[in-house]
């Protein structure tokens, strides 16, 4: 909506300044009867006595009632307000499961209400602002009887979605609702008076903290950094991109680390020094939780328009300040708001807490040489919000009763999305518990402040062993160990819970907030599951560290991981296969235990949502003991028996409502998950799901595993395309068909998420089996990419009824060999080069599998140390061999000190893409693939490790799972082999 919609209820305030101030009221919760004037219902059937049976799935078209996901969502005669029936929603509540509606009408700038009225047997209602309202509601069961929602609004966009969700705390909600309606309304209800709004003085600057303090910075100098950094940035060599710089809080009650980029403190403050603001990209970032108050707060800070501008005046947009209600709130049971605090192009200062609640100050009359004091704030006790610039402002009442809710983010300089910087010298941020009408003097003591984390010293467990007096590289050695430790520090600062959030590299560095490559903050208790970079696979780096080590803090945190896979577990028994056990994709730590969020009732299969899990359990038993590990992992591979597809693959997705695998796409297009025991081999779904009924079947010498397993290698080779190009699809129908995934992720014989996965499942097959029919595919394969070979390789995906190389774009092929199709793809908005351009494949990788093949019919696979070695002396030359490895030295060198990063051991990624500066994931397998090898082997050298466990550089352990069994050298010793 824009600020000057006629319909908006505003109201223009002289005050004795050359400032206007106006107030946008949008949307109020409904406590009397409704405005006058005509009003129409724009949904239909709200009242379901006129509909039938389960509703549609959702998003199949507009002006109907649709089922997001619920276990039932439909008409039924059990309760009614009024007629003879209302809406049933049934759910398990591990997802946000609703009933939606789409209202294609709306008129942006005119009234509505919505409306219904509804009864809770079990867990609640959720009520979404994505649908178009200005916060989210929660109404909490169970019910007595019929109660009614009603809520005024003003629209912002044509389209308006009813979305009618559930409690999503792994309970069932049993919900029903009727007369649901979204009335057009006459005129704007009648809306709350603005009142003025003004400090009896202006504050100086806060010298110390006080007792209602909850974040205060004076951007004088850097702070709140550990002694070695600190001593670190007096260097005259120090660079100004170093992270250490950053303009941290001199006092907060949570994180007082900042993140964030291109700013600098700079002298002429407003008090001291300040914090510039003024490039492209630049912004300053704290975490929300402990340091922003939720019920009553007050923000106060100065502004000075940058040297040489006016950015009071400048017709641009400029942001100042944003806070981000964090997602925690969803799954605690708090509601919470957004604030938005920047200048708009026509130079008015806003004000905005949610969608459509603003208030509006011209400032093109600020001077821009002079210091200007900018407060913002609110009081949910009193239901009232507050701007002020240099003291004097308007206060209006919140139009609808906000509930408190953390914030995840302090965003101060730009905005939260787009590179808007406020473009001016930012000085003395102070954040108070206080409403802006408190001004008595706060004597009391400030909350105690967390202090900086200090650094760990290690003791080595390879100096002094006499391995520099056998001829080995100890300088190097100890190098290896001695980065590879600092590093697993880091990634054990970074757990929260049992868990990490590894989309990405997430962890930002030094404030170790969580955040992708945006500048808003996940929640610190946010726990992430699935891709090759997810929590599992951490754990089991910290596992392998412990054997190679033998450092008690890293199995201390491998066990935290593997409680809490026990604790989120959802357990269900089957007929067929015992117990099952799933788990969500994405979990919430708490001070009341972690709690899952959604994914478990459409359970992941790839993207080793239920092997990483599995695999944990099982490789924390190896080391505990502990039976309740193994009985979960056993647990974890009964669902995967039960999710196994009939053909033998595994699907996308498990549906728990329905008891069946899904494929991501539909038939002749992308998406829609309509593919009934539709198969993957994309992100590994079926071969990993193989390595890991075989780690388990080694444990409990269960067949039921190895039969799954010889079903599914069989499938990968029904499952080759014919020619031309004999390849494999990343994803199939239940009939071997190719179809679409994603828009991107079309119908196609592809080698990544294809072919390269369909070999490894059959290479294992083979030396499991011993059996010639497993490599015979590939040999088909090599010799159809002979025949498509280009100058530099292959590409990436192929029309397998053709042969003509392809690449897709929202649900478009392009034929990349058409010069006017690839520059039509580009245009498109193309894509990552490795699925367009030549040598996507490249002639290495054709090599590497063509000699995998030779050396599995030679009977040469990986590299290993046997069980039984002959001498000391063969461990010996093998470290030597291996510490003079390329790949292991060129890890090592990437754990040094680099460039303008002060710190041994970190692998920081230092990408311009990262609006909120350098950050790292805690899963990142290099730092550990072959500098924990080198450790391992070391220790078996000097007789601390059995040679069993130890297999050189080339094994590639912890992509392969070797290591979860007792002796990793037996792992394809099973009874699938002939013997």
Same mark, same amino acid.
């Given at each position: 909506?824009?600020?000057?919609?006629?319909?908006?209820?505003?109201c223009?305030?002289?005050?004795?300044?050359?400032?206007?101030?106006?107030?946008?009221?949008?949307?109020?919760?409904?406590?009397?009867?409704?405005?006058?004037?005509?009003?129409?219902?724009?949904?239909?059937?709200?009242?379901?006595?006129?509909?039938?049976?389960?509703?549609?799935?959702?998003?199949?078209?507009?002006?109907?009632?649709?089922?997001?996901?619920?276990?039932?969502c439909?008409?039924?005669?059990?309760?009614?307000?009024?007629?003879?029936?209302?809406?049933?929603?049934?759910?398990?509540?591990?997802?946000?499961?609703?009933?939606?509606?789409?209202?294609?009408?709306?008129?942006?700038?005119?009234?509505?209400?919505?409306?219904?009225?509804?009864?809770?047997?079990?867990?609640?209602?959720?009520?979404s602002?994505?649908?178009g309202?200005?916060?989210?509601?929660?109404?909490?069961?169970?019910?007595n009887?019929?109660?009614?929602?009603?809520?005024?609004?003003?629209?912002?966009?044509?389209?308006?979605?009813?979305?009618?969700?559930?409690?999503?705390?792994?309970?069932?909600?049993?919900?029903?609702?009727?007369?649901?309606?979204?009335?057009?309304?006459?005129?704007?209800?009648?809306?709350?008076?603005?009142?003025?709004?003004?400090?009896?003085?202006?504050?100086?600057?806060?010298?110390?903290?006080?007792?209602?303090?909850?974040?205060?910075?004076?951007?004088?100098?850097?702070?709140?950094?550990?002694?070695?950094?600190?001593?670190?940035?007096?260097?005259?060599?120090?660079?100004?991109r170093?992270?250490?710089?950053?303009?941290?809080?001199?006092?907060?009650?949570?994180?007082?680390?900042?993140?964030?980029?291109?700013t600098?403190?700079?002298?002429?403050?407003?008090?001291?020094?300040?914090?510039?603001?003024?490039?492209?990209?630049?912004?300053?970032?704290?975490?929300?939780?402990?340091?922003?108050?939720?019920?009553?707060?007050?923000?106060?800070?100065?502004?000075?328009s940058?040297?040489?501008?006016?950015?009071?005046?400048?017709?641009?947009?400029?942001?100042?300040?944003?806070?981000?209600?964090?997602?925690?709130?969803?799954?605690?049971?708090?509601?919470?708001?957004?604030?938005?605090?920047?200048?708009?192009?026509?130079?008015?200062?806003?004000l905005?807490?949610?969608?459509?609640?603003?208030?509006?100050?011209?400032?093109?009359?600020?001077a821009?040489?002079?210091?200007?004091?900018?407060l913002?704030?609110?009081?949910?006790?009193?239901?009232?919000?507050?701007?002020?610039?240099?003291?004097?402002?308007?206060?209006?009442?919140?139009?609808?009763?906000?509930?408190?809710?953390?914030?995840?983010?302090?965003?101060?300089?730009?905005?939260?999305?787009?590179?808007?910087?406020?473009?001016?010298?930012?000085?003395?941020?102070?954040?108070?518990?206080?409403?802006?009408?408190?001004?008595?003097?706060?004597?009391?003591?400030?909350?105690?402040?967390?202090?900086p984390?200090?650094?760990?010293?290690?003791?080595?467990?390879l100096?002094?062993?006499?391995?520099?007096?056998?001829?080995?590289?100890e300088?190097?050695l100890?190098?290896?160990?001695?980065?590879?430790?600092?590093?697993?520090?880091?990634?054990?600062?970074?757990?929260r819970?049992?868990?990490?959030?590894?989309?990405v590299?997430?962890?930002r560095?030094?404030?170790?907030?969580?955040?992708?490559?945006?500048?808003?903050?996940?929640?610190?208790?946010?726990?992430?599951?699935?891709?090759t970079?997810?929590?599992?696979?951490?754990?089991?780096?910290?596992?392998?560290?412990?054997?190679?080590?033998?450092?008690?803090?890293?199995?201390?945190?491998?066990?935290?991981?593997?409680?809490?896979?026990?604790?989120?577990?959802?357990?269900?028994?089957?007929k067929?296969?015992?117990?099952?056990?799933?788990?969500p994709?994405?979990?919430?730590?708490?001070?009341?235990?972690?709690?899952?969020?959604?994914?478990?009732?459409?359970?992941?299969?790839?993207?080793?949502?239920i092997?990483?899990?599995?695999?944990? #359990?099982l490789?924390? =038993?190896? /080391? %505990? @003991?502990?039976?309740? &590990? !193994?009985?979960?992992?056993? $647990?974890?591979?009964n669902? +995967?028996?039960?999710?196994?597809?009939?053909?033998?693959?595994?699907?996308?997705?498990?549906?728990?409502?329905?008891?069946?695998?899904?494929?991501?796409?539909?038939?002749n297009?992308?998406?829609?998950?309509?593919?009934?025991?539709?198969?993957?081999?994309?992100?590994?779904?079926?071969?990993?799901?193989?390595?890991?009924?075989?780690?388990l079947?080694?444990?409990?010498?269960?067949?039921?595993?190895?039969?799954?397993?010889?079903?599914?290698?069989?499938?990968?080779?029904?499952?080759?395309?014919?020619?031309?190009?004999?390849?494999?699809?990343?994803?199939?129908?239940?009939?071997?068909?190719?179809?679409?995934?994603?828009?991107?992720?079309?119908p196609?014989?592809?080698?990544?998420?294809?072919?390269?996965?369909?070999?490894?499942? #059959?290479?294992?097959? =083979?030396? /499991? %089996? @011993?059996?010639?029919? &497993? !490599?015979?595919?590939?040999? $088909?394969?090599?010799?159809? +990419?002979d025949?498509?070979?280009?100058?530099?390789?292959?590409?990436?995906?192929?029309?397998?009824?053709?042969?003509?190389?392809?690449?897709?774009?929202?649900?478009?092929?392009?034929?990349?060999?058409?010069?006017?199709?690839?520059?039509?793809?580009?245009?498109?908005?193309?894509?990552?080069?490795?699925?367009?351009?030549?040598?996507?494949?490249?002639?290495?990788?054709?090599?590497?599998?063509?000699?995998?093949?030779?050396?599995?019919?030679?009977?040469?696979?990986?590299?290993?140390?046997?069980?039984?070695?002959?001498?000391?002396?063969q461990?010996?030359?093998?470290?030597?061999?291996?510490?003079?490895?390329?790949?292991?030295?060129?890890d090592?060198?990437?754990?040094?000190?680099?460039?303008?990063?002060?710190?041994?051991?970190?692998?920081?990624?230092?990408?311009?893409?990262?609006?909120?500066?350098?950050?790292?994931?805690?899963?990142?397998?290099?730092?550990?693939?072959?500098?924990?090898?080198?450790?391992?082997?070391?220790?078996?050298?000097?007789?601390?490790?059995?040679?069993?466990?130890?297999?050189?550089?080339?094994?590639?352990?912890?992509?392969?799972?070797?290591h979860?069994?007792?002796?990793?050298?037996?792992?394809?010793?099973?009874?699938?082999?002939?013997?």
């Amino acid at each position: 909506m824009t600020p000057d919609t006629k319909e908006a209820a505003m109201c223009r305030l002289s005050l004795p300044t050359v400032l206007t101030i106006v107030v946008v009221l949008l949307c109020r919760i409904v406590t009397a009867s409704a405005a006058d004037g005509p009003e129409t219902n724009l949904i239909k059937n709200g009242d379901f006595e006129s509909a039938v049976g389960n509703f549609p799935k959702w998003h199949g078209a507009d002006r109907r009632f649709e089922n997001d996901g619920c276990l039932y969502c439909g008409p039924t005669d059990e309760q009614a307000f009024r007629g003879k029936r209302s809406c049933k929603i049934r759910t398990t509540g591990t997802r946000g499961d609703c009933l939606r509606y789409v209202c294609p009408d709306m008129k942006p700038g005119k009234a509505y209400r919505f409306e219904f009225h509804y009864r809770i047997q079990s867990g609640g209602i959720v009520i979404s602002q994505d649908g178009g309202l200005s916060q989210n509601f929660r109404l909490a069961g169970p019910t007595n009887k019929w109660k009614k929602f009603a809520v005024n609004f003003v629209a912002e966009n044509r389209n308006y979605v009813v979305a009618i969700g559930n409690f999503r705390r792994r309970k069932p909600n049993l919900i029903f609702v009727d007369d649901v309606k979204l009335i057009a309304l006459g005129q704007l209800p009648p809306g709350f008076s603005p009142t003025p709004f003004q400090l009896a003085t202006l504050p100086t600057r806060a010298g110390r903290p006080a007792g209602h303090t909850a974040l205060l910075a004076h951007f004088d100098a850097v702070v709140g950094l550990d002694v070695r950094y600190l001593q670190n940035i007096q260097s005259p060599k120090i660079s100004p991109r170093s992270p250490l710089l950053r303009p941290n809080a001199d006092y907060a009650r949570g994180n007082r680390l900042s993140a964030g980029r291109d700013t600098a403190i700079v002298a002429n403050g407003k008090f001291g020094k300040s914090v510039a603001l003024t490039a492209p990209r630049a912004c300053v970032i704290f975490g929300g939780e402990k340091n922003c108050p939720t019920r009553t707060a007050t923000i106060e800070l100065f502004a000075k328009s940058q040297s040489g501008r006016n950015i009071w005046s400048d017709g641009k947009e400029r942001w100042f300040a944003h806070l981000h209600r964090s997602q925690m709130n969803d799954v605690t049971g708090h509601d919470g708001f957004h604030l938005d605090f920047y200048k708009n192009r026509l130079n008015q200062l806003v004000l905005s807490c949610g969608k459509g609640r603003r208030i509006q100050i011209d400032v093109a009359g600020l001077a821009p040489e002079a210091w200007h004091h900018l407060l913002l704030g609110w009081d949910l006790s009193t239901h009232r919000m507050f701007l002020s610039i240099n003291g004097k402002g308007l206060s209006v009442s919140l139009p609808l009763p906000l509930s408190p809710g953390e914030f995840s983010t302090i965003l101060l300089g730009n905005h939260p999305r787009q590179n808007l910087p406020a473009g001016c010298l930012l000085d003395e941020l102070s954040i108070t518990s206080r409403p802006p009408t408190s001004r008595s003097a706060d004597n009391g003591p400030p909350r105690p402040m967390r202090q900086p984390r200090q650094h760990r010293e290690f003791q080595s467990v390879l100096v002094g062993k006499g391995l520099g007096d056998i001829g080995v590289d100890e300088k190097m050695l100890l190098r290896t160990e001695r980065r590879v430790r600092l590093w697993l520090d880091w990634v054990i600062r970074a757990q929260r819970g049992g868990g990490w959030a590894t989309t990405v590299d997430n962890v930002r560095w030094p404030s170790m907030l969580r955040g992708g490559y945006e500048r808003l903050c996940d929640p610190s208790g946010q726990v992430t599951f699935g891709k090759t970079y997810n929590t599992s696979h951490t754990a089991m780096h910290l596992c392998f560290a412990y054997e190679a080590i033998g450092d008690p803090r890293y199995l201390q945190a491998a066990r935290r991981t593997a409680d809490m896979y026990l604790e989120l577990q959802a357990t269900a028994p089957s007929k067929r296969f015992g117990i099952t056990g799933r788990w969500p994709k994405i979990a919430y730590v708490t001070s009341d235990g972690t709690i899952p969020g959604h994914g478990l009732d459409r359970t992941m299969i790839q993207d080793f949502y239920i092997t990483g899990p599995t695999l944990t #359990l099982l490789y924390v =038993h190896k /080391l %505990t @003991g502990r039976k309740e &590990y !193994l009985e979960g992992a056993i $647990r974890g591979a009964n669902f +995967l028996l039960l999710a196994q597809n009939p053909n033998g693959s595994w699907p996308h997705h498990f549906e728990w409502s329905l008891q069946a695998g899904f494929g991501t796409g539909s038939p002749n297009r992308p998406g829609g998950n309509q593919l009934r025991h539709g198969a993957e081999l994309n992100d590994n779904a079926t071969t990993d799901a193989i390595r890991t009924l075989v780690a388990l079947w080694h444990w409990t010498r269960d067949d039921r595993y190895l039969a799954a397993v010889r079903r599914a290698a069989d499938w990968v080779i029904e499952a080759q395309l014919d020619g031309p190009t004999f390849g494999w699809a990343a994803q199939y129908d239940s009939n071997n068909v190719p179809c679409w995934a994603r828009a991107h992720e079309p119908p196609a014989a592809v080698w990544g998420n294809g072919a390269l996965m369909a070999s490894n499942a #059959l290479l294992l097959a =083979h030396r /499991l %089996t @011993g059996e010639e029919k &497993y !490599l015979v595919p590939l040999d $088909r394969y090599l010799a159809a +990419l002979d025949t498509l070979r280009t100058p530099k390789g292959w590409y990436q995906q192929y029309d397998y009824k053709n042969g003509r190389p392809i690449a897709a774009r929202g649900g478009k092929i392009y034929f990349l060999d058409d010069p006017e199709q690839l520059k039509a793809f580009q245009a498109a908005g193309g894509g990552s080069a490795g699925y367009w351009q030549r040598g996507a494949l490249p002639v290495k990788e054709y090599n590497r599998l063509k000699q995998q093949v030779v050396s599995a019919r030679q009977g040469k696979f990986l590299p290993m140390i046997p069980a039984a070695v002959s001498s000391r002396d063969q461990l010996i030359a093998v470290l030597k061999q291996e510490l003079g490895n390329k790949s292991l030295n060129r890890d090592v060198d990437l754990l040094a000190a680099r460039r303008w990063i002060p710190e041994e051991g970190l692998w920081l990624s230092t990408a311009n893409k990262f609006d909120a500066g350098p950050a790292f994931s805690p899963c990142n397998e290099r730092p550990v693939r072959y500098t924990l090898r080198i450790c391992h082997l070391a220790r078996a050298v000097i007789g601390e490790v059995d040679p069993g466990q130890v297999f050189p550089l080339g094994g590639e352990i912890l992509r392969h799972r070797y290591h979860v069994i007792r002796q990793p050298s037996e792992f394809f010793n099973t009874s699938l082999r002939k013997r």
